[in-house]
């Protein structure tokens, strides 16, 4: 066995170079993983935000399927069904995640819809609902939804 003396003379340490190079490593691991965890948590917000959005078009049009004889049913097959019948600056209500009121009543709402409903030419008893949805965050687009639905 060496003696202590020599024992802590023989000992090497690191560098300072070698300690730089390392830290600088462990700041770009961690600075990727940083990068990556913000992209996640931006992701899970617009997933959130968009499955809001999609649950409250859902909510409204199964509202229509469910109760459609209670609402008016105009159109005349002699006018011309290829004519734009929802234009986007006169949808008449308006809705956001848990809110569907009539345009004027609600101010602060985002988006805005409308529908018509209107009997199948072929089938008796059988209706065509066409709906029209926009929002704000989604800028020009819109959504457009057709469905069938029978009276009761």
Known sequence: MKPPREMISSQKG????????????LFIAVFSF?????ALSNLTKKTSVTSAYDKQINE????????????????NFKDNPDE??????SLPMAWDVGIVAPKGE???????????????????GLYTVQIRFTHKSWGASTR????IVSVK
């Open 106 to 124: 609600c101010s602060w709402c985002q988006g805005a819809f409308g529908y018509t409903i209107r009997p199948t030419e072929s089938m008796r």
């Open 144 to 147: 457009e939804f057709s469905f």
């Open 60 to 75: 409204i049009c199964e509202n229509i399927k469910a109760g459609v004889e209670n609402y008016q049913i105009n159109f």
């Open 14 to 25: 690191l560098t300072i170079v070698e300690v730089l190079v390392a830290l600088g490593i």
């Open 34 to 38: 940083m990068g990556g965890f913000v």
């Open 84 to 89: 734009d019948i929802l234009p986007v600056e």
